[in-house]
């Protein structure tokens, strides 16, 4: 599951790094190309609000072998797309059915045993994380290999080979709820009306996913001018720090199956909110910063692994239209922190942006205190 959760996250990343040749390629400007792939975000989340919720109506065999043939179909046709138009469809198309790794990990979620719950997620979402990494990295590697459209066909493939393996290899389980498809749908946002666990969760991830955002928009446009002006490449590089979120997640699942969810999200808070303060005036130093994104990424994410296994344990039976409304609001603020970061950057600098992130954090850290944090079964 975590394999899969990761080659599906994967999808929505691989052409960012080819930019350039595509839009070569393609024969139009940059910015029609980057417009184009600004859909996968868009179709993500239209994923998350209408195909995350089937794998509690229906098979998640069924459902997600379907959605990686899908994926598997749709990429094989962007390697042949001849305009930008088309090419944006595309990408929206990959974009929703990306979603599969948000379907997985509430699979993963209804399945684990109750106390192992938080660790089954973290190795999960450890592959969540693998997925974005690796995308833009293996995809910009494929790409100078086999030109944009071979890197498609590559990803193409390896949906394909998940798509026969899904039915194999998952554990066999029926859909978990008498609710129909569009009654779920129709019920998303009365959950957080009804569900005072899942607002403060969602205003949580909200926050700090704002700030991860913002943290990583804002560090590419402060490296890219001077006194810096490092290269495309160079700035990319800079995203393997992102591999201790990787190895934080299965550790803050455990943990958070023995010590409950609260103290491994202000744990994780205090790093994050830390390492940005120390980042947005450190950026000078190489090592400083890599350290910082580290300490950055690996907090948020162990507080992510925390904060979901408690969405996750509002009605285990029937996890996935939580986990939906969860990470729609999640990505909201995802989205919005990457537009402040960028312009916030440009218009007031890397350390007034570094410090805002934290203040973010922080907001996140004081909610976690000051409320009930929910029903959860890790306990000593």
């Known amino acids: 599951m975590a394999v899969a959760a990761a080659v599906g996250t994967s999808t929505i990343y691989p052409l960012q790094p080819a930019i350039a040749d595509v839009a070569v390629s393609l024969g139009t400007p940059l910015t029609a190309v980057g417009l184009a792939l600004a859909c996968g975000p868009v179709g993500y989340m239209v994923g998350l609000g209408l195909l995350v919720p089937l794998v509690d109506r229906f098979s998640p065999r069924r459902v997600l072998a379907a959605q990686f043939a899908v994926l598997a179909g749709v990429l094989a046709a962007g390697a042949a797309v001849g305009t930008v138009a088309v090419l944006g469809m595309v990408v929206g198309v990959v974009g929703a059915c990306s979603a599969v790794g948000a379907g997985l990990s509430s699979v993963a979620g209804r399945l684990a045993p109750q106390r192992r719950r938080a660790t089954v997620l973290g190795t999960v979402t450890a592959g969540i994380s693998v997925g974005i990494l690796a ?168 507080a992510q692994v925390a904060n979901q296994s408690t969405v996750l344990a509002i009605d285990p039976a029937a996890p996935a239209r939580f986990n939906s409304a969860y990470m729609l609001v999640y990505f909201v603020g995802g989205s919005l922190g990457t537009a402040f970061g960028a312009a916030s950057a440009e218009w007031f600098g890397w350390p007034a942006t570094a410090l805002i992130t934290a203040a973010a954090i922080a907001a996140a850290a004081t909610i976690t205190t000051v409320t009930p944090l929910g029903r959860h079964p890790g306990t000593r």
Not at 246 to 262: I, K, M, N, P, S
Request: glycine share 14%; charged share 10%; hydrophobic share 55%.
């Open 135 to 302: 995308g833009r990295i293996v995809g910009g590697w494929l790409a100078d290999e086999f030109g944009w459209r071979g890197m498609l066909l590559v990803f193409a493939a390896a949906c394909g080979l998940l798509a026969v393996c899904c039915p194999l290899m998952l554990p066999a389980a029926p859909g978990h709820t008498e609710r129909g498809y569009f009654a779920t749908l129709r019920s998303l946002p009365g959950l957080f009306r009804h569900h005072a666990t899942l607002r403060i969760a969602a205003l949580r991830g909200f926050l700090w996913f704002f700030a991860f955002c913002a943290v990583w928009a804002g560090i590419a446009v402060a490296l890219s001018e001077p006194p810096y002006s490092y290269s495309a490449e160079r700035i990319g590089l800079y995203a393997l720090a992102g591999l201790s979120g990787v190895l934080a997640t299965r550790f803050a699942g455990a943990r958070t199956d023995r010590d409950g969810a609260r103290r491994v999200i202000l744990a994780g808070l205090v790093l994050a909110g830390g390492a940005a303060v120390v980042l947005g005036f450190g950026l000078a130093s190489t090592f400083v910063t890599l350290v910082c994104l580290a300490v950055f990424d690996a907090g948020l994410f162990a």
